[in-house]
């Protein structure tokens, strides 16, 4: 069991001047055991920084996480994280990269290795285990990102915008992916987004943060299963739903 | 004709005019071989270099004094450089230290490499690791400075938890390539200073030292010759250095290295 708790959580940012730009205040979330969830909401309003606090990124300066019951104060692969930037060490071989963790934790080359091969096999790219990243397109390299971050047997993968920089198509393909290797793994995931579409395509909730300082302005849960189609008449009422609260938002500041 | 072959045939063409003009100049303008000693002066003087078999004796003398300063300069610049651009504190306190002594001119240091070593080839080394030094030294420190920020962000979520784990699985790594242009710039200012560092006599071998030796006894043939081979040695130091690197390198780094 492996769900993360969110509570009474603010976070300040101090500036130049000596005063201090509040983040989020007064967040309470509970996210349950290989659930799917999505962080939307408009720009600046903390959702990266909530799930860098999730990652142990960032120090929280009031309340705290815990996942699995655990407290958290700083990062741990227990956590894995995909960030929107493409991270993966260049100087390092695809499969060596996805094996990086395990070298970390001390395992012997040959197990890692091994490990490695299954969680590239399983995001598709084993043909590429020896190329180096800036071989790959950028849809593959967050691929080899994702499985580096699972190759650490993580409780909770964390997803800052992963797919952002990618092109549409590319980035329909991905989430695809994504909740296969979801339904593969039975990992929790956090997810952030600026698409409103990728997130009624992907997740179980979708928690809405309204701007400066964050706070949840609403959780949205969405029953129906997968695939998903985005055509269809309530996926777009869904949609229409959570860009009007976002807009709202938006608009009372 | 492709590019390359046109290149080159033009390169070739270009260096015998200017050997011709050259010996036309020197022997019909200047007409003394002191002032300026003709192409087949030198081509004389090199001859009996070679019989004389000294060349080989000072190639390796040079050799050794550059090793010594450069391989000073790379044990003593690369963890300091670490240590400044990991490290704020480091920073801070070794900051004013270095920028006081940067500007330095390395031959400067001249007198103190023969008061503090003697007439030894570690004075040369010495005075070799003043110009080298420092290059390594800043290239180090700004390519520790540049390591993107997500690259360690994505070490410590994979689990280095240490500084000692961060710098070497992911900000040494990254910044092999500033080091690497570090170095080779260090090569480039320490044989500058070789002949600089073998004028005083440290040692009875030695480009330098024989460039001053002629020098003295008014051989200018000679001392052409030994600029031009102080020149093609640094050139191949250069080009077996980069390759080299970019054979390493080139494998993650498609193109800009060095």
């Not at chain 1, 799917?36 to 799930?51: A, E, R, Y």
């Not at chain 1, 395990?102 to 395992?107: R, T």
């Not at chain 2, 250069?238 to 970019?246: A, E, K, L, W």
């Amino acid at each position: 069991m492996s769900g993360v708790t969110i509570r009474d959580l603010g976070k300040a940012f101090p500036k130049e001047d000596g005063t201090t730009t509040q983040a989020l205040a007064g967040v309470n979330l509970e996210i349950g055991d290989e659930e799917f969830v999505c962080l939307v909401g408009p720009s600046g309003c903390g959702k990266t920084t909530l799930l860098r606090i999730i990652a142990g990124l960032e120090t929280t300066t009031t309340g705290g996480v815990t996942v699995d019951g655990r407290a958290v104060t700083g990062p741990d692969p227990k956590r894995g994280m995909v960030f929107q930037e493409y991270s993966l060490f260049p100087w390092r071989r695809v499969i060596d990269n996805v094996a990086f963790g395990l070298e970390m934790k001390g395992v012997a080359k040959e197990e890692r290795r091994r490990t490695a091969d299954y969680y590239l096999e399983l995001v598709g790219l084993s043909q590429f285990r020896d190329a180096y990243p800036f071989e790959l397109s950028g849809g593959m390299r967050q691929r080899v990102a994702i499985a580096r971050a699972l190759a650490n047997d993580p409780d909770v993968l964390l997803m800052d915008e992963p797919f952002g920089a990618l092109d549409a198509q590319t980035r329909n393909r991905m989430q695809k992916e994504l909740l296969s290797l979801w339904e593969q793994t039975k990992k929790t995931i956090v997810f952030v987004t600026h698409s409103v579409d990728e997130a009624v395509y992907l997740s179980d909730r979708i928690v809405v943060l309204s701007p400066r300082p964050g706070s949840i302005r609403e959780i949205i849960t969405i029953p129906w299963s997968r695939p998903r189609d985005r055509t269809s008449a309530e996926f777009a009422e869904v949609r229409r739903r959570v860009l009007r609260m976002i807009d709202e938002t938006e608009n009372t500041q | 004709m492709n590019r390359q072959t046109q290149k080159r045939l033009l390169g070739i063409a270009a260096l015998v005019v200017a050997a011709v003009i050259w010996q036309i100049v020197a022997e019909y303008v200047v007409g003394r071989s002191f002032i300026l000693p003709s192409v087949t002066d030198v081509a004389g003087a090199f001859a009996n270099l070679l019989g004389s078999g000294t060349l080989l004796a000072d190639i390796a003398v040079s050799l050794e004094h550059f090793g010594i300063g450069l391989l000073a300069a790379f044990f003593l610049g690369v963890p300091i450089g670490i240590l400044m651009g990991w490290f704020r504190v480091a920073d801070f306190l070794l900051d004013p230290i270095i920028e006081i002594l940067r500007p330095i001119p390395p031959l400067a240091w001249i007198p103190f490499a023969i008061i503090w070593f003697g007439l030894t080839t570690q004075a040369a080394g010495f005075v070799i690791f003043a110009g080298a030094f420092f290059p390594i030294l800043t290239a180090t420190y700004s390519g520790f400075r540049d390591v993107p920020k997500v690259f360690v962000e994505a070490g410590k979520v994979l689990g280095c938890d240490t500084s000692f784990e961060l710098i070497r699985y992911v900000a040494l790594p990254a910044a092999i390539p500033a080091i690497a242009s570090g170095i080779r710039i260090a090569m480039g200012v320490g044989w500058m200073c070789l002949v600089a560092a073998e004028m005083f006599g440290v040692s009875r071998y030695g480009l330098g030292y024989e460039l001053w030796h002629n020098y003295y006894l008014h051989q200018m043939p000679n001392v052409v010759v030994y600029m031009l081979i102080l020149g093609f040695a640094g050139l191949i130091i250069d080009r077996i250095f980069r390759n080299y690197v970019d054979g390493q390198l080139l494998r993650w780094r498609a193109g800009e290295v060095a």
